[in-house]
């Protein structure tokens, strides 16, 4: 290779170190050249053939570690073999992501390669995708190979063309003003340099303008193509069709034609299969997939019957339904899309084409892919809940509520379940009358007692609900079969409710479940309301890791509304630790992802996080200036008032309240709340607070905060139960904190308390009563 130098060092860190690395660019830039080199101990190649195969890519790479199974979770370990369709079974999406995390972590260090990831089946990329974002502090590195696939925010090398230098070694006996014309008229794309011929009339089209790079590839190609014998052509179509590159199913399609050839063709490149298959006239390319679909089984083999197929067949239509049906329940959801729409093509009714439709919508959205079908002719309801989760929060609100509307007189617990899910939208478009008048509709309108009691309590903002148990004990039975709803509901109430700890412990109940059966669709909003929850309780170490896991799962899913509340969330955590990068940072992003989308909630708590740096920072015009422009009334009251059960609004309060009391000259009387602020900031970490209020407390003569042996309350607290004998795991689930953030706090414990080892504890705590 020539002139790939800084792209080689970029990889080699990759394999080295660990991690991800997107590889980007066009067609015939030399992506799959680079690849080429990378040592990989595992490597899968996307086929344009099984892109619509159901973990097509995954059966490619991971077939050397398919003997570490037993080494997983039984969990884990049976959705992939489902997946894979090695064993009978439903699984879900998620259940499979994780377990080929988990795989991968378990047999590593790895070095996987995927060239060409954009002909990889969505369920299998999912996965991929989903162990990529997770690598951190792992040694096994993944690369990818793409043209134009989404991966989001993951690490990318962009390869653009050859200089002159690198494109004279490549093209020697090329004249320098020829090579000149060449590569300014190709960009330096390598491909095209080797295969384009110097025709100047090539060239000028390419300098003009007037064909693209791609296009005058498959030109040369196609050119290249039509001088070949019949046969030949008829050879390389078949191959073009069936893509997967399988000689036996070639040689036999092949004969079904009637077609004698001598070996399988093989493509020096994509386009050149692109070429072949667009040169063939549609009649044509219609008996080949006729040929294909007798030598094929299965759901390839329907596949290719559907491709030469142009009237409707209901028959196989249905078979198709049925081949995706399958395909969901080994977790494939996202592969069932294109089989579905498949299926609606072939539909003999409209009643049977739209509910085809409607399924390829639905597992669109599931499989965070809305963008995949049409979304125009999908139901009220659906296309309300695909833009709640994935779209416009004031266009979600006004499908779902008119979904309800029309459902009351004849459905009405579907219709109270829109009009929840309206409420929700609303809330995020920052509509609250709107939220309330349609929970208030189901408190009046509703038949069963319990779909009036959640309306009444959703309409009062929870004020007078009950213990989080409670609410899920009182849910109507409608609620209590859905898999997802029976928690969010409850949830939703909980969290603005006066038992908040309660809804806390509920909650990371609710996320467990959600996870176990695989819910990758919502299971991002769980995720922000826990860490919502969390920044509220002081418990920034849990809600910091909760906020984070929300992200990525609104990643995994698509769900740009996911996205801009966790990073608002992760603003606010940032924000009061004083940490002014990463709060601006991840403001910036929800508040650029909260626009695109209308979700005025996350917006508002992106602005309310960056008023909090300031008053961290001491900019308190800034800050009072951001505070006037909240445009949510929810989040304006959250940053106005003050709970005695929040350790930050204690400790903010206590500040406050020593400051008052100072500048009042009751300096005595000031240090008391002022060493109650520092200890509440320091076990929160808000070290630009803290700092203040040690300020404040030099200032009324008192020590610089406490002495070398003075342990905050959270600190006495895991001391007395490690001195108990306690484990970390045990410290935590009493005080709802991590066995991570415990053992920090004992790291912090020991040299203050002058031990060395737990077993000192009891003593120690003894001697400094």
């Known amino acids: 290779m020539y002139g790939r130098e800084r792209e080689r060092r970029r990889i080699s860190e990759v394999v080295e170190h660990?991690?991800?690395?997107?590889?980007?660019?066009?067609?015939?830039?030399?992506?799959?050249?680079?690849?080429?080199?990378?040592?990989?101990?595992?490597?899968?190649?996307?086929?344009?053939?099984?892109?619509?195969?159901?973990?097509?890519?995954?059966h490619q790479l991971l077939g050397p570690l398919l003997d570490r199974l037993d080494d997983l979770p039984e969990s884990q370990a049976d959705a992939l073999r489902r997946a894979l369709g090695l064993a009978t079974g439903e699984t879900t999406d998620l259940l499979v992501c994780a377990a080929v995390c988990a795989l991968l972590?378990?047999?590593?260090?790895?070095?996987?390669?995927?060239?060409?990831?954009h002909n990889v089946d969505r369920a299998s990329m999912r996965a991929l995708l989903f162990t990529a974002r997770r690598l951190h502090g792992s040694r096994t590195a993944m690369v990818f190979g793409v043209r134009d696939l989404d991966t989001g925010d993951l690490p990318e090398l962009t390869l653009t063309g050859l200089d002159d230098e690198a494109a004279a070694r490549l093209l020697p006996d090329l004249a320098p003003a020829t090579r000149a014309v060449l590569l300014r008229a190709t960009g330096g794309n390598p491909l095209a340099l080797l295969e384009l011929k110097p025709d100047r009339a090539v060239l000028d089209a390419l300098a003009t303008g007037t064909v693209p790079l791609g296009e005058a590839l498959q030109n040369a190609f196609t050119d290249r193509i039509a001088a070949l014998p019949q046969p030949q052509q008829d050879a390389l179509l078949v191959a073009a069709a069936e893509c997967a590159g399988r000689p036996e199913t070639i040689m036999a399609a092949c004969a079904e034609l009637g077609v004698r050839v001598d070996a399988v063709p093989e493509f020096s490149h994509p386009l050149m299969r692109s070429a072949v298959y667009r040169a063939a006239n549609a009649e044509r390319r219609r008996e080949v997939h006729s040929a294909l679909s007798t030598v094929e089984t299965g759901t390839t083999a329907r596949l290719h019957r559907a491709l030469a197929t142009t009237k409707a067949n209901e028959p196989l239509a249905?078979?198709?339904?049925?081949?995706a049906a399958d395909c969901t329940a080994r977790g494939g959801l996202g592969a069932s899309i294109s089989v579905l729409t498949e299926a609606a093509r072939l539909s003999e009714t409209p009643e049977a084409r739209n509910r085809r439709l409607a399924a390829a919508t639905y597992a669109a959205w599931k499989s965070g892919h809305p963008e995949l079908v049409a979304q125009d002719r999908v139901s009220t309801r659906l296309r309300g809940l695909i833009e709640r989760y994935s779209g416009d929060q004031v266009t979600a609100f006004e499908y779902l509520s008119r979904a309800s509307k029309s459902l009351w007189d004849n459905e009405p617990e579907q219709a109270a379940d829109m009009a929840f899910l309206a409420g929700d939208a609303a809330v995020h478009a920052g509509?609250?009358?709107?939220?309330?008048?349609?929970?208030?509709?189901?408190?009046?309108?509703?038949?069963?007692?319990?779909?009036?009691?959640?309306?009444?309590?959703?309409?009062?903002?929870?004020?007078?609900?009950?213990?989080?148990?409670?609410v899920f004990d009182a849910a109507p039975q409608a609620i209590r079969r859905s898999g997802a709803h029976r928690w969010l509901v409850p949830m939703?109430?909980?969290?603005?409710?006066?038992?908040?700890?309660?809804?806390?412990?509920?909650?990371?109940?609710?996320?467990?479940?959600?996870?176990?059966?695989?819910?990758?669709?919502?299971?991002?909003?769980?995720?922000?309301?826990?860490?919502?929850?969390?920044?509220?309780?002081?418990?920034?170490?849990?809600?910091?890791?909760?906020?984070?896991?929300?992200?990525?799962?609104?990643?995994?899913?698509?769900?740009?509304?996911?996205?801009?509340?966790?990073?608002a969330l992760l603003a606010l955590f940032a924000a009061g630790r004083g940490e002014a990068g990463e709060c601006r940072r991840h403001s910036a992003k929800a508040l650029e992802a909260a626009l695109l989308v209308r979700d005025r909630l996350a917006a508002a708590r992106a602005t309310w996080a960056l008023a909090l740096l300031d008053q961290a920072l001491g900019e308190h015009e800034a800050a009072e200036e951001r505070l006037?422009?909240?445009?949510?009334?929810?989040?304006?009251?959250?940053?106005?008032?003050?709970?005695?059960?929040?350790?930050?609004?204690?400790?903010?309060?206590?500040?406050?309240?020593?400051?008052?009391?100072?500048?009042?000259?009751?300096?005595?009387?000031?240090?008391?709340?002022?060493?109650?602020?520092?200890?509440?900031?320091?076990?929160?970490?808000?070290?630009?607070?803290?700092e203040r209020a040690r300020a404040e407390?030099?200032?009324?003569?008192?020590?610089?905060?406490?002495?070398?042996?003075?342990?905050?309350?959270?600190?006495?607290?895991?001391?007395?139960?490690?001195?108990?004998?306690?484990?970390?795991?045990?410290?935590?689930?009493?005080?709802?904190?991590?066995?991570?953030?415990?053992?920090?706090?004992?790291?912090?414990?020991?040299?203050?308390?002058?031990?060395?080892?737990?077993?000192?504890?009891r003593a120690a705590l003894a001697d400094t009563r």
């Open 18 to 58: 660990g991690g991800a690395l997107v590889l980007r660019g066009p067609a015939g830039v030399g992506k799959s050249t680079l690849l080429a080199e990378v040592p990989a101990t595992l490597r899968a190649c996307g086929v344009e053939a099984e892109v619509e195969l159901a973990f097509s890519g995954l």
């Open 105 to 117: 972590r378990a047999a590593e260090p790895q070095v996987v390669v995927i060239d060409d990831a």
């Open 318 to 323: 249905a078979e198709l339904e049925a081949d």
């Open 431 to 470: 509509l609250l009358d709107e939220a309330i008048a349609v929970m208030t509709e189901v408190a009046e309108r509703a038949t069963d007692l319990g779909y009036r009691n959640f309306g009444r309590w959703l309409a009062d903002w929870s004020a007078t609900a009950p213990e989080p148990w409670e």
């Open 492 to 567: 939703a109430i909980s969290m603005r409710g006066p038992h908040l700890r309660q809804a806390r412990e509920f909650g990371l109940e609710a996320v467990a479940d959600l996870r176990e059966h695989g819910m990758l669709a919502i299971h991002a909003v769980p995720l922000y309301w826990l860490a919502e929850m969390e920044f509220r309780l002081g418990l920034w170490d849990e809600g910091t890791a909760h906020a984070a896991e929300s992200l990525r799962a609104a990643k995994d899913a698509g769900q740009r509304p996911g996205e801009a509340n966790a990073h």
């Open 628 to 690: 006037a422009t909240l445009a949510h009334d929810l989040v304006a009251r959250q940053a106005q008032q003050r709970s005695d059960e929040h350790p930050f609004d204690r400790a903010r309060t206590a500040l406050e309240r020593g400051q008052e009391l100072r500048r009042n000259k009751r300096v005595k009387e000031a240090r008391g709340p002022l060493r109650l602020a520092v200890d509440l900031f320091d076990s929160l970490g808000a070290a630009p607070w803290a």
């Open 697 to 761: 407390l030099r200032a009324c003569g008192a020590p610089n905060g406490r002495s070398a042996g003075e342990l905050t309350p959270q600190e006495w607290e895991v001391a007395r139960l490690a001195a108990a004998g306690l484990s970390n795991r045990e410290i935590g689930e009493r005080l709802l904190l991590s066995p991570r953030t415990v053992g920090y706090h004992l790291h912090k414990i020991f040299p203050k308390l002058g031990v060395a080892r737990r077993s000192q504890l």
